[in-house]
C-alpha cells in the first residue's frame, strides 16, 4: 500500500543583497520574488526571496512553478560567470 505524503512548501527568508544570493546558491539558476529593487543601482535589492534554484533555469523554474501563483513578479537569474561568446562588431 502506497502512502500519502504531505509536502508543505515553505515560504524562505528574505536575503538581502545579490552576493548572500550568490553564496548561497553559487552557480546555479535562482528564482527570486518579492525583490525589493533598490533605484538607479544596478542589479542591487534590499530584501528578495528564493523560491526556486537549480543547475538548469527550467530546475529553478520547475522547483518554484508552486508557488508562482502567489507572486504578482518572478525573474530567474544566473549567479554564476556568465560564458557566453563575445562578439565583436568591426566597421567594414
Known amino acids: ?6 509536502m508543505v512548501l515553505a ?7 545579490w552576493d ?4 548561497r546558491y553559487p552557480d546555479q539558476w ?3 520574488v518579492e525583490v525589493d529593487w533598490i533605484p538607479d543601482v544596478p542589479f542591487d535589492f534590499r530584501s528578495a526571496l528564493a523560491i526556486g534554484h537549480g543547475q ?3 530546475d529553478a523554474m520547475a522547483q518554484a512553478r508552486p508557488l508562482l501563483e502567489k507572486y ?4 530567474c537569474f544566473f549567479t554564476g560567470t556568465i560564458r557566453a561568446p563575445r ?4 566597421e567594414p
Do not use: Q
Open 11 to 17: 515560504i524562505p527568508e528574505p536575503m538581502t543583497c
Open 56 to 58: 538548469r533555469r527550467r
Open 20 to 23: 548572500e544570493v550568490r553564496r
Open 30 to 32: 535562482v528564482t527570486l
Open 87 to 90: 562578439r565583436l562588431y568591426l
Open 72 to 75: 504578482n513578479r518572478h525573474g
Open 1 to 6: 500500500m502506497l502512502e500519502a505524503t504531505n
